[in-house]
Each structure stands twice: as structure tokens, then as C-alpha cells.
């Protein structure tokens, strides 16, 4: 493969386009907003206008789009990539979706004589921008052999977990666990503040023992403890991702009391926590509250 589309070239798009130039590709993109399309320009992308212009140079196309009802569209819509897109086009979906929608999409492009990967990415604008993201892949192994190199040149990490949808399942898990160890951490620390011991420190002790996770030791001291609060990542994007945690729970039949807690509490900070702020916030629920009340 020699020519890869980018359709979405927001925070992440653009950092894998430019990870993909910067691996011998040629890339064209296509995004719904004229002013990201003319920043990528002014990095040295090739950007078009349409899905139609990103689907007859490319052949494989990756997905970079908030919503699983844009993928549908962009996929599947009026003027999308079924309808302009020659046989044998890959599309590789990065976004976070829901199995459901990715395994109906894969049944419509097969019939079209086309493919998709799921491959959701963590890692941030910053790993997309350097290709250390991590993706976990739904696909079959045909297709993942075949994309591989591709995704190789947007990630320093690739995880197989099965056949179309399972990407999706995986990475829906994923930000559960984020999304539950933020709200238990901001518990925690406001725990420990109150005790009189310096949070600092006794997180320096949970991530020496078996409490520790990803977020006590990375999204604490990056964006939490260092007041940035500028992972890229938002609280409608991760309200969005634990919608989908329960929507995939419904779907399987189960009752899972922990994840229905978790939904609620994101859900509930939309009263005090903007979407548009940054999604390691939440460990402030609860306080913004108290100080408005004082």
C-alpha cells in the first residue's frame, strides 16, 4: 500500500497523518471543518474536499470520528465510502464504537467487495503525534496481516483480540477501567488530604503496592497533581465511552452493579463538570459542589 486516506483529522487524525508521512506514505485527508483541513494542509498533508476525492486515491482508509453514528454515515450515508470507494478498500476504524455498528458495517462492506478493521487507539493527540499509541485490533487474520505495516507506521503497540468487533469490545473495557479508577482516585486522594497525609506521598505508596494502576501512576502526576489538565481527551468523550460500556452491558444480558455506579457518576457530572473540560477532572466530583455551597 502506498497511498493512505485519513477521514477526521482532528487531535488524532492529524497526528496519525503526519506519523503515516513520516513512515513513507503518501496521505490524503478529508474532515467536516475547513479550518482543520487547512492546518493539515499547512503541515504538508494532501487534503481534499470529499469522501469521494480521500476513497479514489487511497488504498486503505483509516476512521478518526467521535461517534459510532458518524462512522455509520461516513461508512455507509449519502455521498460515504461505500458508495464512492472502489472493491478491496480496507477501512480501519480507530474511534471508539460500538461492536454492534462495526460488525453490521463489516456485513455491508463485504457485500460491497470491501473490509473493516476495528482498532480503537489510547495514547492521546501526543502518542497519534509520535506513534506510540497503543491499538487493540478486531479483524481477521488475513486482514490484519495485510493492514499491519500500515498501523504499524501510527502505533508502537498492536493487540489482535479477535474478529471484527472485538477491537471495539476491548477498548469499551479499556475505558471502563480508566473511568472507574479516576473516580476511586479522587476519592482516594481526597481521603488521604483529609487524613492530614500529603497526597503525594501516598501515592508514591499506592503505586509501590497493589493498589497502583495506570491512572495513580501516569494521569496523576502528567495532568492531576501538576494542575495541567490538558490530556486532549475530554468529558464528553469519556461520558460518550462509558454510554457505551452500558449499552454493551444491556446488550450481553448482564447486570453489572459496579458499571451501572460508574455510568451514573459520569453521568451526574455533567452538572458540575463542562463537557469540554479535561476528562481526568472527574476526580474533582464531589468538591466543586462543596465550594460552590460554602
Known sequence: ??????????????????????????????????????????????????????????????????????????????????????????????????????????????????????????????????????MVIGASDKDFAEAEPVLQAMSAKRVHVGAVGAGHVAKIANNLFAAAHLLVAGEVTRLAAAAGV??????????????????????????????????GFTMKLMRKDVRLAQELTAGVGLDLPLTQRVAELWAQSADSIGDAEDFNRIVELGTREALAAA
Open 1 to 134: 500500500m502506498k497511498t493512505i486516506g485519513i477521514i477526521g483529522l482532528g487531535n488524532m487524525g492529524r497526528g496519525m497523518a503526519l506519523s503515516l508521512q513520516r513512515g513513507g506514505y503518501d496521505v490524503v485527508g478529508t474532515d467536516a471543518s475547513g479550518a482543520i483541513r487547512a492546518l493539515l494542509a499547512a503541515d504538508g498533508i494532501r487534503v481534499v474536499d470529499s469522501i469521494r476525492e480521500v476513497v479514489a486515491a487511497a488504498e486503505l482508509v483509516v476512521l478518526s470520528l467521535p461517534t459510532a453514528a458518524i462512522v455509520s454515515e461516513v461508512v455507509a450515508g449519502a455521498g460515504g465510502i461505500i458508495e464512492h470507494a472502489k472493491p478491496g478498500l480496507i477501512v480501519v476504524d480507530t474511534s471508539t464504537s460500538h461492536p454492534d455498528t462495526t460488525r453490521a458495517l463489516a456485513a455491508r462492506l463485504q457485500a460491497a467487495g470491501m473490509r473493516i478493521i476495528d482498532a480503537p487507539v489510547s495514547g492521546g493527540p501526543k502518542g497519534a503525534l509520535n506513534a506510540t499509541m497503543t
Open 198 to 231: 500529603p497526597v503525594e506521598r501516598v501515592l508514591q505508596g499506592v503505586n509501590a503496592g497493589s493498589g497502583r494502576s495506570f491512572v495513580t501512576e501516569h494521569n496523576f502526576p502528567t495532568w492531576v497533581t501538576s494542575g495541567r489538565f490538558d490530556s
